[in-house]
């Protein structure tokens, strides 16, 4: 089973734009990270927020993390069409070995 | 630096047909290794991980199995192949310092 769910599936925007993405999570954890995957290809660590951490940055990302909610949010600032992939939050679940990817949110960036 | 090798990058087996993927690591030493399958248009499952040589952990009961016969060499195999092991299979090891996971470039495996 899955340990995210990411919402919205799927995202389509215009260049210059800016997408957010959300994550929800079940169980309690000691960070979330943020993956990248462009099509067919394997994934991209982009960035994890520990659990006393409430906002990251990194270039034009943005992740917050809300544990009293379960949820975590992926903001990509003036997208631009190489943005387009598919991005994953993953979590621990159970021991610190095992990580569990999210469902996934497909973004297209238009020109 | 570290690298990670995962071939073939397609594959394409009949019905019962053995299987065998293999994965390597350079650079790092008692990785912690996986292995995930994805459907298309799906997110990951995990399939088997390891944190040490002959140490594997299954998550989903099914006809793969997976081994550990070096520290940095990773192996999924299958005596016999369903339609339904069809998918995108990828490989990852992990940065214990971190906690981050770093893919190979996965494996595309049609069973026709």
């Known amino acids: 089973s899955q340990q995210g769910e990411e919402d919205p599936q799927a995202l389509s925007i215009q260049e210059g734009e800016n997408a957010t993405m959300n994550c929800s999570y079940k169980?309690?954890?000691?960070?979330l990270q943020w993956y990248r995957q462009n099509s067919g290809r394997g994934l991209v660590h982009l960035i994890l927020i520990r659990s006393n951490e409430r906002e990251k940055h990194s270039g034009r990302l943005r992740v917050t993390l809300d544990t009293s909610k379960k949820s975590s949010s992926l903001l990509i600032t003036a997208s631009r069409a190489a943005d387009t992939a598919s991005y994953f939050c993953?979590?621990?679940?159970?021991?610190?070995?095992?990580?569990?990817f999210g469902t996934g949110t497909r973004l297209q960036v238009t020109l | 630096s570290q690298t990670i090798h995962q071939w073939p990058a397609t594959l394409v087996q009949p019905v019962g047909s053995p299987l065998s993927l293999e994965c390597t690591v350079e650079?790092?030493?008692?990785?912690?290794l996986y292995w995930y399958r994805q459907a298309a248009g799906r997110g990951l499952q995990l399939l088997f991980y390891?944190?040490?040589?002959?140490?594997i952990s299954s998550e989903v009961p099914q006809n793969l199995s997976a081994s550990r016969p070096q520290d940095r060499q990773f192996i999924l195999s299958s005596k016999k192949l369903l339609l339904s092991d069809s998918g995108f299979y990828l490989c990852?090891?992990?940065?214990?310092?971190?906690?981050?996971?770093?893919f190979g470039s996965g494996t595309q495996l049609s069973v026709l």
């Open positions: 390891s944190v040490g040589i002959g140490q």
């Open positions: 990852a090891w992990k940065d214990t310092a971190g906690g981050k996971l770093f």
């Open positions: 993953a979590t621990y679940t159970g021991t610190a070995s095992k990580l569990t």
């Open positions: 650079g790092t030493s008692n990785p912690n």
């Open positions: 169980t309690s954890i000691n960070n």
